[in-house]
């Protein structure tokens, strides 16, 4: 049995769409005529369709909460498919459903339902299928990815302030070099006046934006694009740029927290979800999204699965080197890894936050001071040139 997706008219000529489960596209258009609905459009539920975080986050979390109750896992996803709540996702977890019931994985089923499922849950989902802790696994699997969306949620709305401010200062910079100082010049062509050197140099300034500014946004939005393609072409590549990215001044101390805080907090849960060390450290390599950072734990990986410790193998790791090692060298000794690194990734969510928080304390007003500054320039460039008008007309 398979679940299609439908859209089409009903007996009035109403449109409607929903699920109906069928052996056949031929099937579930004779079941749909038999019901007085005209399938205009027929597709197999379950096409890879975006799939957000904080969705994911929520069928997770609801989902273990129906395995904990008792509830069949075929049976909980119908319950899910069934649910007003889910709305646009009922396709696809109806696709997953699909899946599970024809002898696929959990893992397994949601991967292939969307390209948004990570590699890292996809193997924390794995592990849970086979400790046989999936309901515990998944609630917690909720709550890293809620997390996460805080955090980043946090960032977009500090972001939100500095943003107005430079987009206020682009509208001013097209208004003044655009409108005022080219009626400026004009004046005081008009009345013989020299140009003074503030005033030449914005309107240069104006000009030049004039006639280069759209030729060069686009070559720098094309070559991002290609960097961009090359980079996700070629891993030597990109492992040298984001080698390059840890050593700037600013940006690379922001980059070295975050690596470590997501390295941190995915080793924690996919080794409380039954991940094996070895496994458990590439994965959180990759899970930074840093490919130097990921390169570097496949490597380690390898020196785990030998022998060597994994406080050794991560102090081997630049970006993580500064004092996540002495974190996991003490849970090491103890025995409570898990709870060790439970504590060093509230540590490094502190610094995060504080980190975040100084740089965008500092980037409000420095945007403010720079836009401030241009339209000071920019009124200096016309008052001047009218003052001396002003004094010749005056003689």
């Known amino acids: 049995m398979q679940t299609f997706e439908y859209r089409g008219y009903d007996a ?57 109750a008792g509830v069949p896992l075929v049976r909980a ?34 991967r292939d339902a969307s390209g948004s499922v990570t590699l890292f849950e996809t193997a924390v989902i794995q592990a849970a299928e086979r400790s046989a802790a999936v309901e515990i696994t998944l609630d917690r699997l909720a709550s890293f990815l809620e ?43 008009a009345g013989n006046v020299p140009l003074p050197a503030i005033t030449r140099f914005m309107i240069g300034m104006g000009s030049a934006l004039l006639w280069f500014g759209p030729a060069v946004a686009a070559a720098a939005v094309g070559g991002a694009f290609v960097l961009r393609g090359r980079l996700r072409r070629d891993a030597d590549l990109a492992v040298r740029w984001d080698r390059r990215l840890f050593a700037l001044p600013v940006w690379g101390r922001g980059y070295t927290i975050l690596a470590e805080l997501r390295f941190t907090r995915t080793l924690d849960l996919l080794l409380r979800g039954g991940v094996s060390l070895i496994e458990g450290l590439a994965l959180a390599g990759r899970a930074t999204g840093c490919p130097w950072v990921a390169r570097l734990a496949e490597q380690e990986a390898d020196a785990v699965r030998h022998g060597s410790p994994l406080s050794d193998a991560v102090r081997r790791i630049p970006p993580l080197a500064v004092s996540l090692p002495g ?29 975040v928080a100084r740089c965008l304390a500092l980037l409000g007003p ?12 920019v009124a200096l460039s016309v008052l001047l040139p009218v003052i001396s008008l002003t004094q010749t007309v005056g003689r």
């Open 327 to 355: 974190w996991i060298q003490v849970g090491e000794a103890s025995g409570g890894l898990e709870r060790l690194l439970e504590s060093a990734g509230r540590r490094t969510q502190d610094q995060w936050e504080r980190y």
């Open 12 to 68: 009035a000529g109403r449109p409607k769409r929903g699920l109906i489960e069928a052996l056949s596209v031929k099937e579930a258009r004779e079941k749909l005529a038999a019901e007085g609905t005209l399938a205009e459009r027929l597709t197999a539920a379950g096409r890879r369709l975006r799939f957000a975080a904080v969705q994911r986050a929520t069928v997770y979390r609801e989902l273990s909460a129906l395995l904990g």
């Open 147 to 189: 997390e996460q969306e805080r955090v980043r949620a946090r960032i977009e709305g500090a972001l939100l302030y500095p943003l107005i401010v430079f987009t206020v200062g682009i509208c001013v910079a097209v208004l003044m070099l655009g409108l005022l100082v080219p009626r400026a010049k004009e004046l005081l062509d």
């Open 77 to 110: 996803f119908e319950n899910l498919v069934q649910s007003p709540e889910t709305g646009n996702l009922r396709p696809l977890l109806a696709g997953v459903r699909d899946r599970v019931r024809e002898g696929a994985s959990l893992a397994e089923a949601f």
């Open 366 to 377: 420095a945007l403010i001071l720079v836009v401030a500054g241009f339209v000071l320039l």
